[in-house]
């Protein structure tokens, strides 16, 4: 298992992040042929250090510092890694674009949808009135009672809930990708 270790402290209210990684391979994409203030950074790191300032809040300062091995010194590396770690996080914001894009498309049909359901129970119950005790206009009445309160969340789910996850996120990624980044090589 290779283990991401970190620590936080915070100093003078700034949040000071600090983790190490046991080869440079374990934060940056080793297969990733780009330069290397261009490289991908792993899953695994990524998602480390999101939810590390995830946890933090995205309204508290941050200055990060990775920790490296000496055994993976390269030219530029101190000056590289933090330009990766804020051009990844730049990335992964212009991706959340498109997905907040797609994400009220689906909302918008599904309140259109909601809507439709709506008018069809609205109709179906005025048209029916007067068989309103009958066997089949209880379950058809039952059935687009079930209809709508389904579209009717999956609207309220997109306009409240997901939309609301991507903003934070969105807040994460603006932060990381602006963050200070120190390199530091020791053993």
Known sequence: MRVIRST???????????????????????DDPGAASEKELTAE??????????????????????????????????????????????FRLTELEGEKKASL??????????IFNACIMISVAWFYYDLSTS????????????LNWVTI?????YFVYDWRHLWRKRKIYEKISRMNVDVHLAG
Request: hydrophobic letters at 45%.
């Open 8 to 30: 936080t402290k915070e100093i003078e209210g700034i949040s000071h992040l600090e983790l190490w990684f046991k080869t440079l391979d374990q934060l940056v994409d080793p």
């Open 45 to 90: 790191a990524e998602d480390r250090l999101y939810t590390l300032v995830d946890e933090i809040g995205y309204k508290k300062p941050v200055d990060l510092t990775i920790h490296l091995p000496k055994s993976d010194e390269s030219p530029g590396i101190a000056i590289d890694l933090p330009r990766a770690i804020r051009s990844h996080f730049a």
């Open 105 to 114: 498309h689906e909302g918008k049909m599904s309140f259109f949808i909601a």
């Open 135 to 146: 066997f089949l206009y209880i379950l058809l009445t039952g059935l687009v009672v079930i």
């Open 153 to 157: 969340w999956d609207t309220y789910e």
